[in-house]
């Protein structure tokens, strides 16, 4: 939907959404969040286990099988190291899936779920933030106008996290917190004095 992209970030205690250009999309946020991480990881494992596998089988052919064995220890290490990510990410999207699903059945009792606006096209991608808020019932949106600054700096209690703290005109803050680094790079883009902390 979005020119720029998303992120998903927590707002409050056990409260995530999305983050698109401006809007907010509650729900289903949390298993999103790992997504790129887990993407680059497996990429990364992948590769040295190509190049250990194709180094091993290059020097085992050219008469040093002695030296093929280090390559194909390092190509195991990283199968291992994958293995070990993929199961943990696989548990980690279970239990963060039960809490979205937690989330949404809270929203939804309290009518604060989003939902598609009466009339709103349903396969058409938006080509704005305000188009796109127009077609949905219970979202946020801030014009970037509207954002005087953006300041990004480590989580204290969490350190793979980072906190991106957006002062608004009216003088109201919102806070994102993400394990995702996009965040930075979104919220950056539209705040005009941004700082790192």
């Known amino acids: 939907m979005a020119r720029r992209g998303w992120v998903s970030a927590e707002v409050g205690p056990e409260r995530w ?9 509650p729900g ?15 990429v990364l494992a992948l590769a040295v286990v ?14 040093h099988p002695e030296l093929a064995v280090v390559p194909y220890a390092v190509a195991l290490v990283a199968l291992g190291w994958g293995a070990f990510h993929a199961y943990r990410a696989r548990w980690r999207n279970d239990q963060q899936a039960l809490d979205d699903a937690a989330q949404a059945r809270a929203e ?4 604060e779920r989003p939902r598609r606006a009466p009339g709103a096209p349903v396969f058409k991608r938006a080509s704005s933030a305000a188009e796109m808020g127009s077609w949905l019932v219970g979202v946020t ?15 204290p209690t969490r350190g ?7 002062r608004l005109a009216d003088g109201a803050v919102r806070a994102y917190t993400s394990p ?15 700082g790192r902390g």
């Not at 190509?50 to 008469?63: D, E, I, Y």
């Not at 793979?160 to 957006?166: N, S």
Request: net charge positive; charged share 30%.
């Open 108 to 111: 939804r009792a309290r009518g």
């Open 28 to 42: 289903f946020a949390r298993t999103l969040s790992d997504t790129r991480t887990n993407l680059r990881r497996s």
């Open 180 to 194: 995702d680094r996009s965040l930075e790079r979104l919220l950056a883009a539209f705040g005009r004095g941004v």
């Open 160 to 166: 793979d996290h980072r906190v991106a703290t957006v």
């Open 50 to 63: 190509a190049v250990g596998f194709g180094l091993g089988s290059l020097l085992g052919r050219t008469g």
């Open 17 to 25: 959404v999305r983050v698109v250009v401006f809007d907010e999309l």
């Open 141 to 155: 949106t801030v014009a970037a106008a509207d954002v005087v600054d953006v300041t990004v700096a480590d989580d």
